[in-house]
């Protein structure tokens, strides 16, 4: 099995900044890509970053290309997720996921942490 615990939410004014890490343990060969999706009230859960490990491909959602960068530490099984920029609209929970795909989510999801952008 694989766990992923995610960290770093939390409250930001607009404009600002979080990066969010996550960890992963366990069968972690398992895991090709790994990646961030966000839920916000009432919507579904859409990917938000992925990165490949081996190689570092990544992958970003439309809306926050160029605010949003996904990046990974192997020797520490932690990938990370720096949001610059912030705006309301980037409130969300936001859920690390590792999968065999860099296409699709993977089958491993942490618990969620959320994210809210408020003045």
């Known amino acids: 099995q694989v766990q992923l615990v995610e960290s770093g939410g939390g409250l930001v004014q607009p404009g600002g900044s979080l990066r969010l890490s996550c960890v992963a343990s366990g069968s972690i060969f398992r895991i090709f890509a790994m990646g961030w999706y966000r839920q916000a009230p009432g919507k579904q859960r859409d990917l938000v970053a992925v990165?490949?490990?081996?190689?570092?491909?990544?992958n970003y959602a439309d809306s926050v290309k160029g605010r949003f960068t996904i990046s990974r530490d192997n020797a520490k099984n932690t990938v990370y997720l720096q949001m610059i920029s912030l705006k309301p609209e980037d409130t969300a929970v936001y859920y690390c996921?590792?999968?065999?795909?860099?296409?699709?989510?993977?089958?491993?999801w942490g618990q969620g942490t959320q994210v809210t952008v408020s003045s």
């Open positions: 996921n590792g999968g065999s795909s860099i296409g699709v989510a993977g089958p491993y």
């Open positions: 990165i490949t490990l081996g190689g570092g491909t990544t």
